[in-house]
């Protein structure tokens, strides 16, 4: 019997983090519970008929190819239509530039491993995406927050963060952001401040990780170019999902890449996982083929439309003064700020016990900021579920205030 | 514009190699091309219009379900149908000790994760599964090999690099073998081997990783016991896999380990995919609910039967004196043996050239050896193409004596 497991275990294993917001589906298993944490899309929008009918089309006309193993980059059908997909934003990109994965959490895998030794510093904005943090955490790199505001990351403070680490001399290896719609503050970044992303990101030689699952889910507002759109220097790679347009379960994303940096994420996929599904790469290759996807996502910004209405007017009508919340124009989540001596940590366990459930905006902080703020999402609960849950939330607020 | 690149690489990534068999595979698809080289399960084994009818009636009836993200360690009805499976061998598998993977690729990589810092030793088979070398190097893990023989691993052998390597006060992690039908040898190791594997695991302290593809898959011989099936001390951790049981398109394998390993593996896969395939997981629990597996195992072993047949005539037929090969009781694969002289490596052109292609034996050793060896798979060509390709390869073989 071996005695002290954590003498087998690697630095990497005892340095990773379990997800909060994987750990917090437990509680929300409670049939009282409302729950505001998960980050799930609503099962009210998935095409179940449209892909019952695509899977039987392929295992009847290409089964033998569908259950077999298929090549690292992915399905060449599957590349082709997303590559056709991007290309209008930005012309020109081919299925070359597209990678497959096993949904866009592989895709922060594959950059973390091909890109991050421990110790080196990766930049992120403050709050950022958990699942980023949970995989550059997973390889011990060092992160380097900067604050957003209404516009997204301020690219003042990015300027001197830049400055400050080049003088330090340590090894930056790209920034990272979720510009449309952030998952958790829901705020989505300026045009202009998009641009003088670039301009840094050239002066600073670094590249840029545009983190974008909700980019097509804009209900309000006018879309701001991508980031890639706007890049020159073929010096941004893309994270891009089916999970938030189509479904999540069939655990699909794609990486787009400057072709150069191509080689070393097909190399480190080789070694992930050979390979993602191919029968569910022919399914939304068929889909996207038909021409389905628009129409998809069409009827998905309507729900979700109505959805963060119902929770814009709750917010309004019951939260107490002092407590100030985004208004984002597409995505799943809004943000949720509490007056500064407040703590959305202390203030849990008493929200479970008033039935309702968000994650804790601290969990979104690499430097453990943000304890009066909290994400909560609309895209997962009924309308009847927010109104009552922002109603919960709002009286346990008042109590505690 | 970023010039340097491989400034930005992880030294980890610096450190991979692409996997030969999966660069092959562009080669194969020459029409006149005789591949011996893949691994790749027969399609005429899959199961097409079962799983059909399965994936149909799932939507069907689950479609909110199987669409949806799941939980990181698998989807309970899949873990209960593997848990219950296993249980065969050893009474008392639990749901608990299976951890659903994306193929058991992903099993490697989730292992290697956990377990291993760079310069870590892994004691690996001479020779060894490519994919294992593949991860291992990923990690910068350093590997040590030790030679088989028609029994499997040499224990004299591994006793005496673990008594070397421990008074070198190394850090040793884990034991790492195919017993069943080894790929790439197809020797199985012997039940006298695996009682004293187990022994000198315990002596060392070390896990043994006990990689099980084809365990199921023999045509010949007496069953012997699967190592973790004799373990008393709770060290064994398995990798089990859908991929040659049933089929790799819909990328499902499991991890068995002992309930207390299990929780660092699972927070590894959080930061690596999130879940695996919610559709294809619960149709694979559908299928073995049905109770079909045995019967489609049946029918493999059958298929398989008949090819490795097949080849082992063919080797008799047309290959010259001094070649040498196995003969497997299960799996999918033969070792070849030129005379020591002869070099698989400086063949492999003329190989092509003459419309056949096997897999370097190198490629399969850690340390290089292994020149005069390669590896055939019987399960993916026809029995006609076999007969012809191993026609090809004697002629060839013969010509350059």
Redesign the interface.
């Known amino acids: 019997?071996?005695?002290d497991?954590s003498a087998?275990?690697?630095?990497?294993?005892l340095n990773?983090?379990?997800?909060e917001i994987?750990e917090l589906?437990k509680v929300t298993r409670r049939p009282d519970m409302i729950s505001f944490a998960g980050g799930?899309?609503s099962?009210d929008t998935?095409p179940?008929k449209d892909?019952?009918d695509i899977?039987?089309q392929i295992?009847?006309q290409k089964?033998?190819?569908?259950?077999?193993?298929?090549?690292?980059e992915g399905e060449w059908a599957l590349r082709e239509e997303i590559a056709k997909w991007i290309s209008r934003e930005k012309p020109g990109i081919k299925p070359e530039n597209i990678l497959v994965t096993?949904?866009s959490?592989?895709g922060?895998?594959i950059i973390s491993?091909?890109?991050?030794?421990p110790k080196?510093t990766v930049i992120v904005e403050l709050p950022t995406y958990i699942?980023g943090l949970?995989?550059f955490?997973?390889?011990r790199a060092k992160m380097v927050g900067v604050l957003q505001d209404e516009q997204g990351m301020r690219m003042d403070l990015l300027e001197k963060t830049l400055t400050r680490l080049a003088k330090r001399n340590k090894k930056q290896?790209?920034i990272y952001v979720v510009p449309d719609f952030q998952n958790p503050s829901g705020v989505t970044m300026s045009l202009e401040r998009r641009k003088r992303l670039l301009e840094l990101a050239y002066e600073y030689?670094l590249?840029v990780v545009e983190d974008s699952p909700y980019r097509d889910l804009r209900f309000a507002g006018e879309s701001v170019p991508a980031i890639f759109s706007l890049d020159k220097?073929?010096?941004v790679i893309v994270l891009g999902t089916f999970?938030k347009l189509l479904?999540?379960?069939?655990?699909l994303a794609w990486i787009m890449a400057p072709a150069?940096?191509m080689d070393?994420m097909v190399?480190?996929k080789?070694?992930?996982?050979?390979?993602?599904?191919?029968?569910?790469q022919l399914i939304a290759a068929e889909y996207m083929k038909r021409g389905l996807l628009p129409k998809q996502i069409e009827s998905i910004r309507r729900l979700y439309a109505r959805k963060r209405q119902v929770m814009l007017e709750a917010l309004q009508k019951y939260m107490p003064k002092g407590v100030a919340w985004t208004k984002p124009e597409g995505g799943l989540f809004l943000w949720v700020k509490l007056p500064k001596r407040m703590s959305t940590d202390d203030l849990f366990p008493k929200a479970i016990e008033n039935g309702v459930v968000y994650v804790k905006g601290s969990a979104f902080h690499c430097n453990g900021k943000g304890q009066n703020t909290m994400r909560i999402n609309f895209s997962y609960p009924s309308e009847q579920q927010i109104e009552e849950g922002i109603k919960r939330l709002a009286k346990m607020i008042k109590e505690n205030m």
């Open positions: 019997m071996i005695k497991l087998f275990y690697s630095k990497n294993a990773m983090k379990r997800s994987r589906l799930l899309p099962p998935f179940v892909l019952e899977a039987c295992l009847r089964g033998a190819m569908a259950l077999q193993y298929g090549p690292t096993s949904g959490q592989q922060l895998d491993k091909v890109f991050l030794d080196d699942g949970q995989a955490t997973a390889y290896k790209f030689e590249p220097e073929n010096q999970s479904c999540p379960g069939l655990r150069e940096w070393r190399v480190a080789q070694s992930m996982d050979l390979c993602s599904p191919t029968f569910t």
